[in-house]
């Protein structure tokens, strides 16, 4: 009993953090359809995300949500500057010319899933495929997405392709899985829309030989025209993990490469490799790091990735308790939208606004819970705003199932709390905003 009350004091005490660390990433309110697979944005108005079965969307920041699609796999969604939404599925490229109200496919010549799709500025569209070194490469649409060719001379033999990026000059970086590793995947880059590839050697000063790529997790490409690459290799006999950077101008210059530091208190060389990053309005950097729950996290900087920190603040896992890599997409408020892949939440941060414009989120008063923490089985009050009483009350575990849901009734409302001891999320839905609470059960 006496250690019981010394866990529970040792949580009272750490609460303020857990309070203050809730408000980074909060919960769309709904978030249905399964693990997600990718997200993007049309016409800053209209959000679509995919799911392992099929797209949804919706066109109230992520409050509701419709399917738009029905598929046997989607791996990736994407939408073009002319509207046209794209599902990345399996030898298949799904597309919607209209609001994702119907659906056509064309088959691929590819058995791999169609994991990135992106387009340069001249409206030339490139899907990439494969599944860790082994794929079918990279394809190229020069008709909003109606027909397909293959576009991999230049590559070798590998083609399993983790990340394509694109530059404002429409150069093409492809970054290809190389799991001996032999030398033949890596980084390539192609200036002829991707009829010709050309490998790059990553050469830096503290290394004696080129370093040879076994793994990418990340390749983006920054609004100052540098080049971000993260992954897992070898240089020249041992084993690194790095996050390296390089202007777009000097990326065939020898010894270009240098390294951007993300966990600072380890060797610079056994970094966390970093997946791709986003650039917000205002200057933040979004990117994440894939590994087990308990390490993996979403990586956020104020500094143009000079200095970063490790959030995981309203973060869950998939159901296989890793946390993978994110995908964020941004409203012009600069509102953040973001899914983790296999993870069935959608998420939402106002950390990066760039105008005086408030996501009702935080427009809405706040809810009051206690007590906190509660004992198992027992009765939580929720108050919420004596302005506004039309509420829904919901208690989620950190999954994101609704455990209870209940239409409130008035300012104060009782409400059982889960038999079972843990973390769990309160949410209070009114004035067309979401307002979230954690509460302990013990």
């Known amino acids: 009993m006496k250690a019981s009350r010394i866990i529970i004091l040792n949580m009272l005490l750490l609460w303020p953090l857990l309070v203050v660390s809730q408000q980074f990433w909060l919960l769309t309110t709904e978030f249905w359809g399964g693990p997600k697979t990718g997200i993007t944005l049309v016409d800053d108005s209209v959000l679509y995300v995919s799911t392992t079965t099929g797209v949804l969307k919706s066109t109230d920041d992520g409050n509701h949500f419709e399917q738009v699609l029905s598929a046997s796999s989607v791996h990736t969604v994407f939408a073009s500057s002319s509207g046209t939404v794209f599902a990345g599925g399996t030898g298949k490229i799904y597309f919607s010319e209209d609001s994702g109200i119907t659906w056509d496919s064309v088959a691929i010549n590819s058995v791999y899933p169609v994991k990135q799709i992106i387009e340069n500025k001249y409206e030339t569209l490139f899907a990439i495929t494969g599944v860790e070194d082994e794929g079918d490469g990279v394809f190229c649409s020069e008709d909003d997405g109606k027909t397909w060719e293959s576009r991999n001379n230049g590559l070798g033999y590998l083609k399993g392709c983790e ?65 971000y690459l993260s992954f897992y290799g070898v240089a020249p006999n041992f084993m690194v993990q790095l996050n390296l950077c390089v202007s777009i101008d000097d990326i065939k210059a020898p010894n270009s490469w240098k390294a951007m530091h993300v966990q600072k208190n380890t060797s610079w060389w056994t970094d966390r490799p970093l997946n791709n990053i986003h650039f917000s309005q205002n200057g933040d950097w979004y990117s994440s790091y894939y590994q087990l729950a308990y390490i993996g996290a979403t990586y956020f900087s104020e500094t143009g990735g000079n200095f970063w920190n490790r959030v995981d603040y309203g973060l869950g896992s998939s159901e296989d308790g890793w946390r993978h890599p994110q995908q964020f997409v941004e409203k012009s408020s600069g509102r953040i939208f973001m899914i983790q892949y296999l993870d069935e939440r959608i998420y939402t941060t106002d950390k990066s606004l760039v105008t005086s414009a408030k996501p009702p989120v935080h427009n ?34 950190l999954t994101g199932k609704i455990l209870v849901s209940r239409p409130n009734s008035e300012s104060f409302n009782e409400i059982k709390v889960p038999e079972k001891p843990g973390m769990y999320i309160v949410a209070a839905k009114y004035q067309d905003a979401v307002q979230t609470e954690k509460i302990l059960v013990y």
Do not use: C, H
């Open 163 to 227: 990340r394509i990026a694109v530059d404002k000059n429409g150069r093409l970086y492809l970054a290809i899985s190389d799991m001996g590793p032999t030398g033949n995947g890596g980084l390539f880059i192609s200036e002829t829309f991707g009829l010709l590839w050309e490998k790059i050697s990553i050469k830096m000063d503290s290394f004696s030989a080129p370093v040879k790529i076994k793994q990418p997790t990340g390749l983006s490409v920054s609004p100052n025209d540098s080049l």
């Open 364 to 397: 809405s008063p706040p809810i009051q819970v206690f007590p906190n923490p509660v004992r198992a089985g027992g009765k939580l009050t929720v108050q919420v705003p004596e302005s506004d009483v039309s509420a829904e009350i919901s208690i989620y575990d």
